[in-house]
T-cell receptor
């Protein structure tokens, strides 16, 4: 059965800390690995990764995919209270339609 | 990305009734999806809505319970039928853009009493 597993389930850090969020996947017909940030209801798109070893970066956030080990990480440096959210990882699969299977998320709390 | 809106943003309903959720996009998109997020859980795909054809449902979801319409390339509706408290969830629509990236609407928070 396909699955996406995220760790840790929750994390509490102080402003300025660096965090690493983990995502492992077993997805049939895997196409891509996506990261989202969910603060209230709507997940906000962060990254889509399709190639191994190529880091994607946006400001203080970066992510990389390892297709051999079926693993991805999301790094956040110099964390701020506004980074507090649930971070969701999803495996994209399928042919013409890129469906997503989501992990349960990592709840990140950044304290002042 | 695209601007995606959902209506209603939240609702409280009585068991046995039905609620129709609307999803509107500001540009034409081929693929739209409907997800459910139960309390404390992650997102689960309900169905894929294609314009001009019947929706494709995932395992565990049936058309009688979650009928979907997709009358054009910018609009879709999801109906939650004969509701029970177990249907209390956030319902999200998403659209497929840039080839493989899904962008989500703001969600509808449903509470069934």
């Amino acid at each position: 059965e396909d699955k996406v597993v995220q760790s840790p389930l929750s994390l509490v850090v102080h402003e300025g800390d660096t965090v690493t969020l983990n995502c492992s996947y077993e997805v049939t017909n895997f196409r891509s690995l996506l990261w989202y940030k969910q603060e209230k209801k709507a997940p906000t798109f962060l990254f889509m990764l399709t190639s191994s070893g190529i880091e994607k970066k946006s400001g203080r956030l970066s992510s990389i995919l390892d297709k051999k080990e079926l693993f991805s990480i999301l790094n956040i440096t110099a964390t701020q209270t506004g980074d507090s959210a649930i971070y969701l990882c999803a495996g994209g699969y399928g042919g013409a339609t890129n469906k997503l299977i989501f992990g349960t998320g990592t709840l990140l709390a950044v304290q002042p | 990305s695209a601007v995606i809106s959902q209506k209603p943003s939240r609702d409280i309903c009585q068991r046995g009734t039905s609620l129709t959720i609307q999803c509107q996009v500001d540009s034409q998109v081929t693929m739209m999806f409907w997800y459910r997020q139960q309390p404390g859980q992650s997102l689960t795909l309900i169905a894929t809505a294609n314009q001009g054809s019947e929706a494709t449902y995932e395992s565990g979801f049936v058309i009688d319970k979650f009928p979907i319409s997709r009358p054009n390339l910018t609009f879709s509706t999801l109906t939650v039928s004969n509701m029970s408290p177990e249907d209390s969830s956030i319902y999200l629509c998403s659209v497929l853009l840039s080839g493989e990236t899904q962008y989500f609407g703001p969600g509808t928070r449903l509470l069934v009493l």
